[in-house]
């Protein structure tokens, strides 16, 4: 096998190197570390203080819906697919190609998920015709044609630079 794991994986490095975080490489790292900690959780306090104080008009319940929903739908939908996703491209992508198609993935997927509530329609209304006036799917897969066209620029690029070698 070497250097190389089992279907062409490279394998993890030691469990030291991956147990690692910011928190271990050193004081100024580890106070930083803390500092931002302390500011994300105030900053966490007061938006959940802020939610419960003006329960009447944040309706607390219906957050909660949302946060919990926001979970699961990441952990058992999104992250499966890009998992999947992923061993797909390291599997049938070479390495020195992977970069780029795996940038325009990450890229096309952003584009699609913020898109998605513009092409679906969400807020349109026959009343108020200045909403969402636009076609957003013609506009979604322009972009991601563009995205699409700079990854494979990037891949003959590639491609050329080892051919000269």
Known sequence: MGAEGVGGLTPLPPEEDRLSNAADKGPANRRLFSIMAVIGWLVMSYG????????????????????????????????????????????????????P????????????LTALPYVLGFGRSSSNLSALPNNYATALGTLLLLVAAVAAALVALRRNRRRAR
């Open 101 to 112: 198609v795996q940038g325009a993935l990450i890229a096309g997927g952003i584009v699609a």
């Open 48 to 99: 959940v203080y802020g939610l419960i104080i003006n329960a009447a008009q944040t309706h607390p319940s219906s957050w909660l819906v949302w946060f919990l929903g926001g979970i699961v739908v990441h952990d058992f939908l999104i992250a499966p697919v890009v998992i999947g996703v992923g061993v797909l491209v390291s599997r049938a992508v070479p390495d020195h190609y992977r970069g």
